[in-house]
């Protein structure tokens, strides 16, 4: 019924840039917060961005001024620019609601920054 479609991972090198896509279904963008999370090996599961329904949005300081979040509650999708990027941004990448929902799980997208 409700689906959240991540992509745009890859393999970059320290410094360089990726743009990460949630395609949704529309049905949970009304009037809710969307999110970035991510989950290294071994590591928690952490909330890195949000978006609300009117664009504003929310960091961690972790990645504060490097990644951006962004909307298009026309097309049910959030994007994750992310600049700059370090060895320790590597992780699967998740879109979802803020507060999640555990069915709205996708597959993910992996980003490996390494040299």
């Known amino acids: 019924q409700v689906q959240l479609v991540e992509s745009g991972g890859g393999l970059v090198q320290p410094g360089g840039s990726l743009r990460l896509s949630c395609a949704a279904s529309?049905?949970?963008?009304?009037?809710?917060?969307m999110g970035w999370y991510r989950q290294a090996p071994g590591k928690q599961r952490e909330l890195v961005a949000t978006v609300t329904s009117g664009g504003r949005t929310s960091y961690a300081d972790s990645v504060k001024g490097r990644f951006t979040i962004s909307r298009d509650n026309a097309k049910s999708t959030v994007y994750l620019q992310m600049n700059s990027l370090r060895p320790e941004d590597t992780a699967v990448y998740y879109c979802n609601t803020d507060p999640f929902y555990r069915v709205y799980w996708g597959q993910g997208t992996q980003v490996t920054v390494s040299s």
């Open positions: 529309g049905s949970i963008f009304s009037r809710n917060v």
